[in-house]
């Protein structure tokens, strides 16, 4: 009896079998450290500016990709994180972070904020977000003049602003010491003033 004859295997289909099962072992484990390397954190829905309290409704959970570099809020610290003040301006899509939030209230103590309502020749053709330095300059009144004996600007730092849509205005919120307030809000309330924004660098 003749016995069967051997197969022969053919070398090229071995190798393509076993670069197969080699790259999906490379997908495989690609495809777990992408699901693995992850963190779920706290992303503002809309822009939060800053001196606002964080409702419910204004933050989210997300998954991003874990880097060193970031120090995003985890989202187990939601519950924590509602009812806070945002310490900057947040805009819509950011990160949290641990400097995104802060428990003081605003004003913190010694200091006040003073809303300026600007045309847009008095302001910057820029936009402007919390945290800005800027100055409030006097400018010349109906005669020609500036006001004599007073303080020919008042250094102010931005907490938001918004636009007067009755006035077509930008109304913006400056910080400053509580010594200064009243002296500025009267000055704002004649409308002889302008807003520089200045460098941030001390």
Not at 10 to 25: D, K
Not at 87 to 109: F, K, N, R, Y
């Amino acid at each position: 009896m003749t016995p069967p004859p051997k197969l022969r295997r053919r070398p090229e289909l071995v190798v393509a079998g076993v670069i197969v099962t080699a790259l999906g072992c490379l997908l495989g484990a690609w495809a777990w450290s992408a699901t693995t390397n992850t963190q779920e954190v706290l992303a503002a829905r809309d822009t939060i500016h800053r001196g606002e309290v964080i409702k419910a409704e204004d933050i989210k959970r997300i998954r991003i990709s874990a880097d060193p570099a970031l120090t995003p809020l985890p989202a187990s610290v939601y519950d924590d994180v509602i009812g806070q003040r945002a310490a900057l301006d947040i805009a819509a899509g950011g990160v949290l972070t641990s400097e995104s939030t802060a428990d003081e209230p605003l004003p913190p103590q010694g200091q006040s904020i003073v809303g300026i309502s600007l045309t847009p020749a008095q302001v910057p053709g820029m936009p402007l977000y919390g945290g800005d330095k800027v100055r409030i300059i006097v400018t010349p009144g109906d005669n020609g003049e500036a006001p004599a004996n007073s303080p020919q600007f008042t250094v102010a730092e931005v907490v938001g602003t918004y636009l007067d849509e009755t006035t077509g205005n930008t109304v913006v919120n400056v910080l400053v010491p509580y010594a200064d307030a009243g002296v500025l809000a009267a000055r704002a309330a004649t409308g002889n003033v302008a807003l520089v924004l200045d460098s941030g660098a001390e």
